[in-house]
C-alpha cells in the first residue's frame, strides 16, 4: 500500500436516492475522514461518480474500499494515483480589493489564467479551474487580499490515456 | 392480471417459501395484514416488536432459512432496531418488512413516521425504500437473495401504505414473476481462488504448531461435516468460537471449545501459542484476540471468509481465501491430500502432548456447592446437558450464564446453539427460542437465560403460550447483572454500583403462571433434576424455572479486557502463576 496521505477513489454507485447518504454513512461510522466529495450524475442516468478524497491517516485504505464495496448500491472502486490520473478542482470567490491594487490583483488573474466573472465596486468574483495545487495556490494569492466568500468544489478525477 | 401491491407482498412471500412470519400489526401496516388472512403464511403474533426480530433470528439460526418480521412504521420500527443491528453482527439471515406512511405524507412528520430506512442503514446488509407498488415483487425478491448470499445478513423493506392499500389506484399493477436481479454492485463470489488454496495447503504443510480458528461462518456456510473432515485428515485440533458452537462436536478428541474472553485454558493458549492458525469463518474479534499486538503473536494466518473486508481488519493474513468456506474446506482437502503425496509436516507430537498437557491441568472446574450457598450455576447447566436429549436446542441471553451455558454444555451437532453474540443484546434468549421453536416444533428447546434478560423480553411467553410453542426457560436467577457485577468486584473494588436486582422480585414462578406457562422454584441442589425432568414432560406450555443460583459465583477463565490471552486468570483453585 502507498504511504501517500490522500488517495482518490472514484465510485461508481447507482442512481437510487439515499446513495449519498449510505457512502457518507459509511465513513462517518467507521471513521473513515473524508478529504473532499464530489459528486454528479454520468452520460448514464442509471449510475453517478462519487470522487472520494480519502484521508488514508484515519483508516487503511484497504478497509475504506473493501467496506465500500460491500455497499449494494456501489458499483465499482477504482482507485486513482497521482501519476495516472488527471484531477481538476473548480474555485469561485469573491474578493474584496483595495483601492490601489486594482491592477496587481488582474496581472494575478491572468498568470493564473483564472476568470473574472463579476465586478463591482472594490469587489471582483473570480473562477479558476486547475489541479488542486494550482488551486490551493491561486487561494494563497487571493488571500492577501480580503476573501468575502469562497467556495470550491472538491477534486473531479479521471484516467491518463495510456498508449 | 391486474394485482395490489398488498396482496403481491404476500404473494411474493409465499413465493420466496416463507411460512412463518412473525409480527404486530398497526396502522401502516395494516393493508398487509388484510390479505395475509387468505394467505398460506402463519402469521406469530408478538407482543413486542423487537420480539419479532429476536424469532426471526431464533428461527434463521435453527432452520437456516431466514426469519421474516413484519411490524408497523414509526416506534414499531424503532423497535426493531435493536434485532436488525443483532442480526447484522452475528451474520444472521433476516427479512424485515416495515409499513411507512402514506408516499404523500412521507417528510412531513405524519404521525407514527420516522425515517426507517435512515435509521436502519448502519445495522442492515441493505435496506430498501419503495416508491411504486410494481416495484413490491421485485424488491422482495432482490430482499431474499442479498440476506441469504454471499455474506447473509438483515434486508428491510419499507413499504408507504398507500401502496398496499387494495383500495388506493396507486397500489394497483400489472402482476409479473421477478426474474433475476438488477443489482449491479452485489455480485457475491463463492469461489475459493486455487493459488490460494495452494498457498494454504503449503503453510499447513510447514507447520509444526497448528490450530483449527473456527468462526461462526462455518454454520452459515452450512460446512460443519467439511469442517470434520478437514480436522480429521489433518489432525489438527478446533477451536469453535462463541458462533461456532456445535460447528465442531465437543465430544470429539480434536474439540478443544471455546477461545476468547471466558474461553478454556486451553483453547486459549492453543491458539496463542500456536505457528499456523487456520481461520475458518472467523473474524478476530476482540473478545477472542484480546489485546490484538498481543494475540498469538508467533502464528502465520490463513483466513478464510465470505467477507472480504473481513481480511486484514483487525489481524493480517500471510494467506487470505475469499469465498464459500466450506468450497473452501473442500478445495482445501483436495490440495492437501495431492500435496501429502510428496510432502510431509514436521513433527507435531510434542504440541499434541502440549495441548493434551494443558486440557489435564487446566479443566473447566467450579467450586462444589456449600450449604448455604446459592444453586451453583455450572452445576444447574451440567444437570440440564446430562437431562435432555443429545440435539437439544439451547437459546442464551448475555452474560454470565451465556458464558456458563457456552462453557458446560455439550455441543455435539449443529444448530443447537442460539446466541447473541456480537451485538450482546440481554433479552435475546426467550425470542430466540420461541423462534426456533417454531422453526424446529419437534426438537426440545431450553432458554438458559440470567434474572436480567429475562426481565427484558418475558411478556414473549404470552406468544409462545398463545401460539403453541412449548419452549422451557431456565432462569438462572442470582438476583444481579451479574457479569457486571464481576467486573465490579474484580475492576472497581468491589464497588458495586447499581447492579443488585433482587431475586423475588418479580415473583417468576407467579410470574410465568400469569402469562400461562408453568412455574417452577428450585431452591436446593437435590431439586434441580426433577425439575428439569418435569419440565422435559410438559409439552403443552411453556415452562420456566426460577434456578435461585449464587450470585457471588464468578466465571472463569478469564482474560480482563484488552489484556493479552497469555494474562488468562483460571479458577482460582487452580492456581495462577502457570
Known amino acids: 500500500m502507498s504511504s501517500v496521505r490522500f488517495h482518490t477513489l472514484v465510485v461508481r454507485v447507482e442512481n437510487k436516492p439515499g446513495v449519498l447518504a449510505r457512502v457518507s454513512g459509511l465513513f462517518a461510522r467507521r471513521g473513515f475522514n473524508i478529504e473532499s466529495l464530489a459528486v454528479a450524475p454520468t452520460d448514464n442516468d442509471l449510475f453517478s461518480r462519487i470522487t472520494i478524497v480519502v484521508d488514508a491517516e484515519s483508516a487503511p485504505l484497504e478497509q475504506v474500499v473493501k467496506q465500500l464495496n460491500k455497499l449494494i448500491n456501489v458499483v465499482e472502486i477504482q482507485e486513482l494515483s497521482p501519476e495516472d490520473s488527471i484531477s481538476r478542482e473548480l474555485i469561485l470567490a469573491t474578493v474584496n480589493v483595495e483601492e490601489g491594487r486594482e491592477d496587481q490583483i488582474m496581472r494575478e488573474i491572468e498568470s493564473f489564467e483564472a476568470n473574472v466573472l463579476s465586478v463591482g465596486d472594490q469587489k471582483i468574483v473570480v473562477s479558476l479551474s486547475g489541479t488542486p495545487e494550482i488551486v490551493n495556490d491561486f487561494e494563497v494569492v487571493l488571500e492577501t487580499y480580503e476573501i468575502v466568500e469562497v467556495q470550491r468544489t472538491g477534486i473531479i478525477a479521471l484516467s491518463t490515456i495510456t498508449s | ?578
Open chain 2, 1 to 578: 392480471m391486474q394485482t395490489n401491491g398488498g396482496k403481491a407482498l404476500m404473494k411474493n412471500l409465499e413465493a420466496q417459501g416463507v411460512e412463518l412470519v412473525f409480527g404486530l400489526p398497526g396502522g401502516a401496516i395494516l393493508p398487509a395484514y388484510d390479505p395475509l388472512i387468505e394467505s398460506s403464511i402463519r402469521h406469530v403474533l408478538v407482543r413486542h416488536e423487537q420480539g419479532a426480530g429476536h424469532m426471526a433470528e431464533g428461527y434463521a439460526h435453527a432452520t437456516g432459512r431466514p426469519g421474516v418480521a413484519l411490524v408497523t412504521s414509526g416506534p414499531a420500527a424503532t423497535n426493531m432496531v435493536t434485532p436488525l443491528a443483532d442480526a447484522m453482527l452475528d451474520s444472521v439471515p433476516m427479512v424485515c418488512i416495515t409499513g411507512q406512511v402514506a408516499s404523500g405524507a412521507i417528510g412531513s412528520d405524519a404521525f407514527q413516521e420516522c425515517d426507517t430506512t435512515g435509521i436502519t442503514m448502519a445495522v442492515t446488509k441493505h435496506n430498501f425504500l419503495v416508491t411504486d407498488a410494481e416495484q413490491i415483487p421485485q424488491v422482495i425478491h432482490d430482499a431474499f437473495y442479498i440476506a441469504t448470499t454471499g455474506r447473509p445478513g438483515p434486508v428491510l423493506v419499507d413499504i408507504p401504505k398507500d401502496l398496499i392499500d387494495a383500495n388506493n389506484p396507486v397500489s394497483q399493477f400489472e402482476d409479473y414473476e421477478p426474474s433475476g436481479h438488477d443489482l449491479p454492485g452485489y455480485k457475491p463470489e463463492t469461489e475459493p481462488n486455487p493459488q490460494e488454496i495452494q498457498d494454504a495447503a503449503k503453510l499447513i504443510f510447514q507447520s509444526e504448531r497448528p490450530i483449527i480458528y473456527s468462526g461462526g461462518g462455518i454454520l452459515k456456510a452450512r460446512a460443519a461435516e467439511q469442517l470434520k473432515d478437514l480436522a480429521e485428515l489433518l489432525d489438527i485440533h478446533v477451536v469453535t468460537t462463541l458462533m461456532n458452537r456445535g460447528g465442531f462436536p465437543d465430544n470429539h478428541p480434536l474439540a478443544l471449545g471455546m477461545p476468547g474472553m471466558h474461553g478454556n485454558y486451553t483453547a486459549i493458549t492453543a491458539i496463542q501459542q500456536s505457528d499456523l492458525l487456520i481461520t475458518l469463518g472467523a473474524r478476530f474479534d476482540d473478545r477472542v484476540t484480546g489485546k490484538v499486538d498481543a494475540f498469538a503473536p508467533d502464528a502465520k494466518v490463513i483466513h478464510a471468509d465470505i467477507d472480504p473486508a473481513e481480511f486484514n481488519k483487525v489481524r493480517s493474513a500471510d494467506v487470505s481465501i475469499q469465498g464459500d468456506v466450506g468450497r473452501t474446506i473442500t478445495e482445501l482437502i483436495k490440495a492437501i491430500k495431492q500435496m501429502g503425496e510428496t510432502e510431509s509436516h514436521p513433527d507435531r507430537s510434542a504440541w499434541k502432548s502440549q495441548i493434551s498437557g494443558w486440557n489435564e491441568k487446566f479443566p473447566l472446574v467450579y467450586d462444589d456447592w456449600q450449604a448455604g450457598e446459592g444453586l451453583k450455576p455450572q452445576h444447574v447447566i451440567e444437570q440440564l446437558r446430562d437431562n435432555t436429549p443429545d440435539d437439544t436446542i439451547v437459546a442464551s441471553g448475555v452474560g454470565q450464564h451465556q458464558m456458563w451455558a457456552s462453557q458446560f454444555w455439550s455441543f455435539n451437532h449443529p444448530y443447537t446453539w442460539i446466541n447473541s453474540g456480537g451485538l450482546g443484546t440481554m433479552g435475546y434468549a426467550v425470542p430466540a427460542a420461541i423462534g426456533a421453536k417454531a422453526g424446529k416444533p419437534d426438537r426440545m428447546v431450553w432458554a438458559i437465560d440470567g434474572d436480567g434478560c429475562f426481565q427484558m423480553t418475558n411478556q414473549e411467553l404470552v406468544t409462545a403460550r398463545l401460539e403453541n410453542f412449548p419452549v422451557k426457560i431456565a432462569v438462572l436467577n442470582n438476583g444481579y447483572l451479574g457479569m457486571v457485577r464481576q467486573w465490579q468486584e474484580l475492576f472497581y473494588d468491589k464497588r458495586y454500583s447499581e447492579v443488585h436486582l433482587q431475586s423475588d422480585l418479580p415473583d417468576y414462578k407467579m410470574l410465568a403462571e400469569s402469562m400461562g406457562c408453568v412455574g417452577i422454584r428450585v431452591e436446593s441442589p437435590e431439586e434441580v433434576k426433577p425439575a428439569i425432568e418435569q419440565a422435559n414432560e410438559i409439552n403443552d406450555r411453556p415452562v420456566v424455572i426460577d434456578f435461585r443460583t449464587e450470585s457471588s459465583e464468578n466465571i472463569y477463565p478469564m482474560v480482563p479486557a484488552g489484556k493479552s490471552n497469555s494474562e488468562v486468570i483460571v479458577h482460582p483453585s487452580q492456581g495462577n502463576e502457570k
